[in-house]
């Protein structure tokens, strides 16, 4: 019974990764992210939405701006499911997040990908071309840079879009900085330390000689430090959120 369950886990898992293989862009966590900022319209009960327009426009939408359902265009007496919403977003992301990949000229891990997806699907493509994040991400800017343009809290263009808007950055913000723990695993690597350094999401790119030079670092640090704690505590202050840079200003209490 055991092994049925995980073959058929892993079959499962395998038919989502062949779903999106031609769109290396798009991942269920960028999915996730963008529908949990982004609200479906528009809902007429029972479970169904119906079309719409927007402010401006002659054509009509549905869900989550979908102007498709499937091969055709969206008419004015369509409505549809709520399972027919998320597979319609699942359909325009494909597109869109080939879009997105153009821009991006340097290796992303699956953490960054969705964050970069919701935040482009928040401003748009023609934003997105233009906009001073993507001149730090394809130029490989440091964290604190990164920091500034994206948080909410310091970048205050995102705070004019409300609530939604600031948490909607906070948490692409969070996402973006998140170390990627499938990287060790999918990387030869005989690793030397107690904390893998591979475990950082900026410290590995592929090139050839980096895996020496990572494990000769390593072979440093346990003849420099054997018992670990220097490297644990490092590892702990790399995987905390901002508390500075990242973090809404303190407010002061009046006495």
């Not at 369950?5 to 898992?13: F, I, W, Y």
């Not at 119906?50 to 054509?59: L, P, Q, T, W």
């Not at 709520?82 to 991006?104: G, H, T």
């Amino acid at each position: 019974m055991l092994v049925t369950a995980v073959a058929l886990s892993s079959h499962k898992k395998k038919k989502v990764q062949d779903k999106w293989k031609e769109h290396p862009f798009l991942t269920r966590k960028g999915i996730n992210l963008i529908k949990r900022h982004s609200l479906p319209r528009t809902f007429i009960g029972m479970g169904r939405y119906a079309a719409y327009k927007d402010y401006g426009e002659d054509i009509w939408r549905i869900g989550y701006g979908s102007k498709r359902l499937g091969t055709r265009w969206i008419a004015a007496s369509d409505k549809i499911t709520q399972e027919d919403v998320d597979l319609q977003l699942e359909e325009d992301l494909k597109e869109f997040s080939d879009l997105v990949a153009q821009y991006i000229f340097v290796p992303l891990n699956a953490n960054r990908k969705a964050a970069l997806l919701s935040f482009a699907h928040s401003i748009g493509i023609s934003s997105l071309k233009t906009c001073r994040l993507l001149e730090l991400i394809n130029n490989s800017a440091t964290k604190n840079k990164i920091i500034k343009e994206w948080s909410p809290y310091i970048n205050h263009l995102w705070r004019s879009g409300g609530d939604l808007m600031i948490d909607r950055r906070r948490v692409e913000l969070d996402t973006y900085l998140a170390a990627d723990k499938d990287i060790p695993t999918l990387v030869p690597h005989r690793c030397r330390a107690k904390r893998c350094l591979l475990n950082l999401p900026e410290t590995y790119t592929g090139a050839p000689n980096q895996l020496k030079a990572i494990e000769y670092l390593e072979r440093k640090l346990m003849k420099w430090d054997p018992s670990g704690e220097a490297l644990r505590q490092f590892f702990r202050y790399w995987t905390r959120k901002p508390s500075g840079l990242g973090s809404p200003p303190r407010r002061v209490q009046n006495v």
